[in-house]
Structure formats: C-alpha cells, structure tokens
C-alpha cells in the first residue's frame, strides 16, 4: 500500500511538474505576444536545444543548424501574436523547425546518395534481427561507428518530410496524436506518410543489399 | 477481429502503447496474416536504422545564442512593422481580387461568346473591315466553282449573259 501511495504521489508531482512548466511557458508565450523580449529570450532558452537537437537530426549537419535555428525563432516570434493559448505550442514549434529545415534542404538541392559501399554481414544481420545487436555493449566500437553511417547514409537519401517525419517518431518519440498536430494531418494520413517513408527506407536498404549480392556475384 | 483495423494499429503495437488485450488480439492474428507480420517487421526495422542513425547530440546552442536571436529580432522588428499592414491587406484582398477576376470573367464571357456565335450568319466586324467578301454575284459563282468547277457549260452561259447585259447597259 505504501509502495502504492508512494507511486501515486510521485506520479502526481511529475504531472503537476509538467503542468506548472506548462503554465510557466504559457505566461512567457503571452508575456511575448504583448512584446517583451526578454520573455522571448527566456523562451528560447528553453526550447534551444529541442529545436538545434531536432534540426541536426533532419539536416544532418552541424554547420547549417545555428542558422536554421535563428530562423526558426525570428519565424516564431513575429507569428507569437497568432498563437491560441489553447493549442500545443511545442507542436508549433517542431512545425515550423521541420518547415524551416525542409526549406533549408529543398533550397540547397545537395542531396546526399546512399554511399556505394557494400553491406557487411554485420550490419545486415544489425539492421534485421531487430533487438539482438542493438542492446549489446560489447559490440566493436569500429563496427558501431560502421553501421551508424550506414544508417546515415540511408536516412539521409529519404526526401526531407519523410526523414523528418521518421525522425519525429522514432528519435523524438513522437506519439501518433502528436505528428498529427505537428503536420496537421489526420491519424490516417499520418499512417499513411508512415508506411510510405518506411518503405522507401527498405527499398533503399534492399538496393543496397542486391547491389552487394550482385558483386559477389 | 478485422484485418483493416489490426493492420491499423501496427504502429501502436510497436510503440508498446496498446492495452494487453488488444496486443493480445493483434498477437493472435499475426499467427496468419503475413501481410501484417510484413508491416511489423517493416516498422520494426526502419525504427532500427533510424536509431542507429541517431547524430549524438553534438550540436548545441551556445550560451549567447537567445541573446543574440533577440539582437537580429530588433534588427528586423522595423522591417517586419512596416511590411506587416501590407501583408495583411494583401492577404484581406485574396478573396476579393478573386471575386472581382471571375465578374470580370463572366461578364467578358457574355459579352463575346454570343458575338462569336453570331458571327457564322453574319460577316464579322473584321470581314467587313478587310473587306474580302466576294461581292458580286458574278465573283461568288465563279469562287463557288472555282474548287471543283464541274458544269463549265452553264458557267459559260452565265459569263455571256453578264457581258450581253453589260454591253446593253453601255449602250
């Protein structure tokens, strides 16, 4: 019972941790909407490193995300004045860094192609037998690093929204509620965009597997 | 339990966020459903790639980073009030501008789809300008059969007739 009781209070200030944060970036947010800046500069040390973590991870390339991010933050203060209180703002937030990024990558039209290089068995064996490898310490820090830009490389050669898209999901742990008001779009549409962008990166995967079966060929 | 809706719940089952017995339910069926078994093993994988191309966090904000957000904020502030009326007039008059482009739209349609119509009976204002309409009768015949002039016996009669009466007429 105590255990019980102990959980419960824990769990209740969590929720009211989370919710008193909430409030605070609400009265910062209409602090910034009558026009002071130093709210805005308090806001933005707050939300800095989830915008500079979500961009490097879309644009994949730390020189770019200062400017992205400095974009992103000009964007949000002048359109502050349209927010309704009543919506999610870090939704927003990821909105227009997920926008300004793709604008970003669409802009410079550098598309990075899946490297040439075969696969090895390990990072097939990796990338299939989902759980096994991926919890193992002991794995060669040479083949972490190996499979890590291998992963980049195909992530990399998705088009920006299904990249961003993924990147929400599975590295911001996004849940399905939450992509649906970051891209205003329905649960199935966001399903939808899922499946689709998961299958490019299979297909992406299985050309590079074929590519590498058709050399030792 | 419908294939539609447990096809639908994949993603949710991946992420751990179902109640046990519909896990359960869809655990069932993915015993003889291979094109679900496919889906999950297509979402379980591609989560692994994209961990796996998860960056380290290695790019951070620096300290004077909201500092200086703030400077190029007031740098553009001026800018951005003074183009703010425009932008929001040009935003207002969308609806309008469209209206005012399909008026213009319908009235040019009643005005000239009638005229072009019309002009099959009647010789166009641009006919009668050029003036390139045969005007004789003698001219019409003969443009007539000029494509494929076939009776050169009556066209012949009718050539007499006209410089008979011509000729009488000069008398």
Same mark, same amino acid.
């Given at each position: 019972m105590k255990v019980r009781l102990s959980s419960m209070s824990k769990a @209740? &200030?969590?929720? @009211?941790?989370? &919710?008193? &944060?909430? $409030? @605070? $970036?609400?009265?910062?947010i209409q602090s910034c909407q009558e026009g002071d800046t130093a709210a805005f500069e308090e806001l933005v040390k707050r939300f800095e490193r989830k915008v500079f973590g979500l961009a490097y991870q879309i644009v994949r390339s730390a020189n770019e995300v200062e400017d992205i991010a400095q974009e992103v933050f000009t964007k949000l203060f002048f359109s502050l004045p349209q927010f309704r209180l009543d919506a999610s703002f870090e939704a927003w937030l990821y909105r227009i860094t997920v926008n300004q990024c793709c604008d970003y990558l669409r802009k410079r039209k550098r598309t990075r192609h899946v490297n040439e290089s075969e696969l090895s068995e390990e990072e097939a064996a990796y990338f299939e037998k989902v759980g096994s490898f991926s919890q193992s310490r002991e794995m060669d820090i040479s083949l972490r690093l190996e499979i890590r830009q291998t992963a980049d490389n195909l992530l990399s050669a998705l088009p920006p929204q299904e990249r961003s898209l993924l990147v929400l999901k599975e590295v911001e742990e996004l849940s399905i509620e939450e992509l649906m008001a970051v891209f205003k779009a329905s649960r199935s549409a966001i399903k939808v965009r899922l499946f689709r962008a998961r299958r490019r990166l299979k297909s992406l995967y299985e050309t590079r597997m074929k590519r590498k079966g058709g050399r030792r060929a | 339990m419908n294939h539609r809706r447990i096809k639908d719940w994949i993603e949710e089952y991946v992420d751990h966020t179902l109640s046990p017995q519909k896990a359960l339910e869809i655990e069932q069926h993915l015993g003889g459903c291979s094109e679900c078994r496919e889906r999950l093993t297509l979402a379980r994988m591609t989560r692994q790639i994209v961990l796996a191309a998860r960056l380290e966090n290695e790019c951070a904000p620096g300290p004077r980073f909201a500092h200086s957000v703030v400077g190029a904020i007031e740098q553009q502030r001026e800018t951005y009030l003074f183009w703010s009326p425009v932008r929001l007039l040009a935003i207002r008059a969308i609806p309008l501008m469209a209206l !005012? %482009?399909?008026? !213009? %739209? %319908?009235?040019a349609y009643a005005q000239f789809i009638p005229a072009l119509s019309a002009s099959g009976s009647e010789p166009s204002y641009v006919e009668s300008y050029l003036d390139c309409s045969p005007a004789s009768e003698q001219e019409r015949f003969m443009l007539s059969n000029a494509a494929g002039a076939q009776d050169s016996e009556k066209a012949l009669d009718f050539l007499k007739q006209q410089h008979s009466e011509s000729a009488g007429s000069g008398r």
């Open positions: @209740a &200030s969590v929720q @009211a941790r989370e &919710s008193g &944060s909430r $409030t @605070a $970036t609400r009265d910062l | !005012l %482009a399909f008026i !213009l %739209a %319908a009235v």
